[in-house]
């Protein structure tokens, strides 16, 4: 069974901390994404990544970075947490996309951060 | 600029009865939809999806139609079960891999 496995489902930080959000996936999938999820905003894209050590800006990104130095895992960086950064993170991957009527990502479970 | 959009942020149904949730867009260039299920404390899961070459697609309880001239699409479950009760999110597609996720309508089928 595929998977994309986040390393924390809850983490409390406080402001100003550096934080450090881990994602591995094992279908040596290409692509790789990072959403945060709020109440009536839906899931919004803060960075991906189609490749290793490559990444592109999505909708969110300020306050945010991103590393991916293996194929498998793709880090969310916090440089200095803040509240209004307290969301439901979500990972997720997928292959590159060819006209599969089965297209679509698969997501980590999710990390809930509370920045306080 | 919110390109999809889902109006409703709730649903409620009886179960047995039909669910429909719908979903609008806006950007002409998305050329894949999707329907992710989402429960408490999970990751979404795909449900469904409909190329934008297509108006139909149909899988099991859920269908999935697609009118491009009004940009709406909206996904239909026959009979709703109270295991469908999630928050369910649409998302689109343009170039790339990249989707485009709506706000989410929490459908709760009570028993």
């Known amino acids: 069974d595929v998977k994309v496995t986040q390393s924390s489902r809850y983490l409390v930080k406080r402001t100003g901390e550096k934080v450090f959000l881990e994602c591995v996936q094992d279908?040596?999938?290409?692509?790789m994404f990072w959403y945060r999820q709020d109440p009536g905003l839906g899931l919004r894209l803060i960075y991906f990544s189609y490749d290793v050590k490559m990444k592109e800006k999505g909708d969110i990104p300020e306050g945010y970075s991103v590393s991916r130095e293996k194929k498998e895992r793709f880090s969310l960086i916090l440089e200095s947490a803040s509240t209004n950064q307290t969301s439901m993170y979500l990972c997720?991957?997928?292959?590159?996309?060819?006209?599969?009527?089965?297209?679509?990502?698969?997501f980590g479970s999710g990390t809930r951060l509370t920045v306080v | 600029d919110q390109q999809v959009k889902q109006n409703s942020p709730s649903l409620s149904v009886q179960e047995g009865r039909i669910s429909i949730l719908n979903c609008d867009y806006t950007n002409s260039m998305f050329d894949y939809f999707l329907w992710y299920k989402k429960y408490p404390a999970e990751g979404p899961t795909f449900l469904i999806s409909i190329s934008s070459i297509k108006d139909k697609n149909e899988d099991g309880r859920f269908t999935v139609f697609l009118n491009k001239s009004a940009k709406h699409l909206s996904l239909h479950i026959v009979p709703s079960q109270p295991g469908d009760s999630a928050v369910y999110f649409c998302?689109?597609?343009?170039?790339?891999?990249?989707?485009?996720f709506g706000e989410g309508t929490q459908l709760t089928v009570n028993p």
């Open positions: 997720a991957s997928t292959h590159i996309p060819q006209d599969s009527p089965n297209y679509g990502y698969t």
């Open positions: 279908m040596d999938h290409e692509n």
């Open positions: 998302a689109a597609r343009t170039s790339g891999s990249r989707l485009t």
